[in-house]
């Protein structure tokens, strides 16, 4: 998410302090400490403002969310929402989600939130979509095995593209539709997705049960003829 500069924006990070974790590393396998007693441990990588993050945290008081926003504009907004509503058991980390496995341990997490991820349109740039597979295999590493990826995008293509990367690595797909909110609102809506919804946007989601595996091949390139 880009936003514009935020001249206070220091100030505003340390009101939140309790918040952020600023060495998420160092909690590497031990992330439920922070909440003793939690039920399961989720995480939502690109949170953005937050709304959908303060929202699933409120709903479900027995478990421990982790919310990772690279833009810390962004992030001190998200933080100040689940501030104000005064939550315990939501934090917020600064990392790029290409990095996931430096931060938490082998089957650690419970389930993994995807929601509206820069589709990254052009085919040279398909590794960095959050749903290629280079990133399915370190998702797969990080959650438990038979926990989920709950994946939700306003973009078809990518949703296509999606479909097609968790069939390439054998990961079963359930509860898929491709127009969410059809018959009235369906669950937490992000404030992205509460915009474009507004919109009659079609809204695309479906759950990926985790598991291990083995990395598919890329396809190869055809060679061009010099003819």
């Known amino acids: 998410m880009r936003m514009r500069k935020m001249r206070n ?6 009101r939140c302090a309790a918040l952020r974790i600023d060495d998420p590393a160092a909690r590497k396998g031990s992330w439920r400490s922070l909440m003793p007693g939690c039920t399961q441990l989720w995480v939502e990588v690109g949170c953005g403002k937050g709304k959908f993050t303060a929202e699933t945290a409120q709903a479900n008081p027995d478990v421990l969310l982790i919310a990772v926003e690279r833009c810390r504009e962004a992030m001190v907004v998200a933080m100040e929402k689940a501030q104000a509503m005064g939550l315990t058991n939501v934090f ?3 990392m ?3 990095n996931i496995e430096d931060i938490f341990a082998p089957g650690e997490m419970d389930r993994l939130f995807i929601n509206f991820p820069d589709p990254w349109p052009r085919k040279k740039n398909a590794k960095r979509r959050l749903t290629h597979r280079g990133f399915l295999d370190k998702y797969c590493r990080t959650v438990r095995q038979g926990g989920e990826i709950h994946f939700k995008t306003d973009n078809a293509p990518l949703f296509e593209f999606s479909l097609e990367e968790f069939a390439a690595c054998g990961l079963e797909v359930k509860n898929l539709t491709q127009d969410l909110h059809r018959d009235g609102v369906v669950g937490i809506m992000t404030g992205y997705e ?3 919804f507004g919109l009659g946007t079609p809204i695309n989601r479906c759950e990926v049960v985790c598991r291990p595996f083995r990395l598919p091949e890329e396809p190869k390139k055809e060679a061009q003829s010099h003819e």
């Open 96 to 98: 790029d989600v290409a």
């Open 92 to 94: 917020y980390i600064d």
């Open 194 to 196: 509460e915009k474009f």
């Open 9 to 14: 924006l220091e100030p505003r990070m340390e």
